[in-house]
DNA sequence: ATACATGCAAATCATTTGCGCAGTC
DNA sequence: GACTGCGCAAATGATTTGCATGTAT
């Protein structure tokens, strides 16, 4: 879990801290307001190279759904995600994730597959209900 | 096919044509620098207005996978990525869409699913030759 | 004539980086 | 003590926007 070069840090943890403890995909700005509270002067550039670092680490997921922004996901076991068009709200699916999928698509595409990414996009319950 | 308020303008349509020409998923940079080898003096805000505009349309898919760049594709009917995570080249893939996969996912998931986006990473041909 | 679109430049917004000081091993 | 990380502020890079002018209908 230790990387080469990499000493430990009390902002790091605490970063990596917040981001466990929620579900709900944040960005940059809401980790660095919330370990803000614990670690007042914490800089917003402290927090975008250490989520950097975690990533590296692989403790961390950096997730992107096209908004122009970055979000953060603890979770690391793979597995999909539904989005919402409507509030932009993102929550973990779950389905166990297909390797038939990708086998399926393994014949057809020029090169080797990794892994997948799977997103739904919809509206979610909490936006119908306010409609 | 045309929206109230849009005019036609030679630029949007070189822009289109420009799209519908290639396979590549370019960016707005890229289309950009093709276009102006026949329209000159186009800018760059430009390209970007009107790319927004075709896919406000519908004319055109607006893409984007996590690199921080935003990329566009004229061929509308959905279709799954497969993405090089070594040279960022994105080509289509030839597998049905399987409406399947949604459905399997709907039962779980906290509200309604419209779509469903799917990317498979991993290293091209063209990567793999070069290593 | 009346919108809508353009070119240009300045503004925005998320993210990255250079620097001198501070904390960890 | 050597090296890594921090806070700060400035830089970057993609995209957006305000404005005066040009163009399509």
Wanted: aromatic share 6%; net charge positive; glycine share 6%.
């Amino acid at each position: 879990m230790q990387e080469p070069n990499t000493k430990r840090s009390r902002q790091r943890e605490k970063i990596f801290q917040v981001l466990r403890r929620t579900r709900s995909h944040p960005t940059a700005e809401w980790i660095f307001k919330e370990v803000r509270q614990d670690v007042p002067k914490i800089s917003l550039g402290t927090v975008y190279r250490n989520l950097s670092v975690l990533r590296r680490q692989g403790r961390i997921l950096e997730l992107d759904f096209g908004e122009g922004i970055r979000r953060y996901d603890a979770v690391i076991q793979p597995h999909y995600h539904f989005v919402c068009s409507r509030c932009g709200s993102v929550c973990d699916i779950d389905v166990p994730p297909l390797n038939v999928v990708t086998e399926q698509a393994r014949t057809v595409i020029p090169g080797i597959v990794d892994s997948h990414r799977l997103d739904y996009i919809g509206t979610c319950n909490t936006c119908l209900e306010h409609s």
